[in-house]
């Protein structure tokens, strides 16, 4: 085996010119390999970044990102959360609580909702009276019920009627389904209208959809409600505070999802999520 080294050795070391077709050849050769693990490596950083969102381990993001193939994608600049090239829409995004796929351009639909319904409620967002938030499902509006009903019914309050009024104005122009939850405290009902907890949160949910589609023309077919009792809680129900904030009626943006699977012939349903403190 020294002797064969000893021959070849020599052949490899002569000069050779830039010009030489074999010298050509080879180069290209190396080139074309080097491209050609900078496009894997960054496959599978990307890979293995999209499979850490659809655990929750990262977040989502709107960046941009190089996609195709022939587009040399060194593995230091496959990140996904930020990358600063910005080539190629990233056409989908892992929604990382429930793997739902929702597109670049519908999260910032719902980014966009969600400045409308600030500008627009900026009063009552003030005192209090509402909140919001971005959770999995989608934009979640919370009307407290100190500012839209009286207690233990599901009159809506002839003062809070304004603003329902600048709310509808901004949903009416909302592409996206809409779906209200009613929510009480712990404290159990039993009156004349209500038996429990469960027809009351019910009541105020279809009581807010009644008005907006006979008042304000919203489109019934992106309506849905539901009543979760007190079986719901963002605060603690141990004090007062806390189940005041537990009162309320919650308007969902709902984000854009994708049909539920079949399971047997028979569509899967989802239990509803998760919405403890």
């Known amino acids: 085996m020294a002797i064969e080294l000893a021959n070849v050795t020599p052949a490899l070391s002569q000069p050779r010119t830039v010009t030489d077709p074999a010298y050509i050849k080879i180069r290209d050769l190396i080139y074309a390999s080097s491209q050609v693990d900078k496009r894997k490596a960054g496959r599978l950083a990307q890979a293995i970044q999209v499979a850490f969102q659809e655990l929750g381990v990262f977040e989502t993001s709107n960046t941009k990102i190089p996609l195709r193939d022939d587009d040399a994608m060194p593995f230091e600049k496959a990140q996904v959360v930020e990358n600063v090239q910005r080539n190629t829409d990233l056409k989908k995004l892992v929604n990382p609580m429930k793997g ?37 499902e989608g934009l979640v509006i919370s009307l407290t019920e100190m500012g839209f009903f009286d207690s233990g019914t599901a009159t809506i309050r ?109 569509l899967k349903q989802e239990a509803p999520p998760e919405r403890g403190p």
């Open 100 to 136: 739902t796929l929702t597109s670049a351009a519908e999260a910032q639909s719902l980014q966009d909702a969600q400045r409308a319904i600030q500008k627009a409620l900026n009063p009552e967002i003030q005192r209090h009276e509402v909140s919001m938030s971005m959770r999995p």
């Open 158 to 266: 002839p003062d809070s009627l304004d603003a329902i009024s600048r709310l509808a104005e901004v949903l009416k122009q909302r592409p996206e389904s809409l779906r209200f939850e009613g929510h009480t405290d712990n404290i159990p009902i039993h009156n004349l209208r209500f038996a429990s907890n469960w027809e009351l949160s019910t009541s105020r949910a279809t009581e807010l959809i009644r008005l907006l589609i006979t008042q304000y023309g919203l489109a019934a077919s992106h309506l849905s409600a539901a009543g979760y009792g007190e079986f719901h809680p963002v605060a603690t129900n141990n004090t007062s505070a806390g189940r005041a904030q537990n009162r309320r009626l919650d308007v969902v943006v709902l984000a854009p999802f994708q049909p539920p699977r079949l399971d047997n012939g028979n």
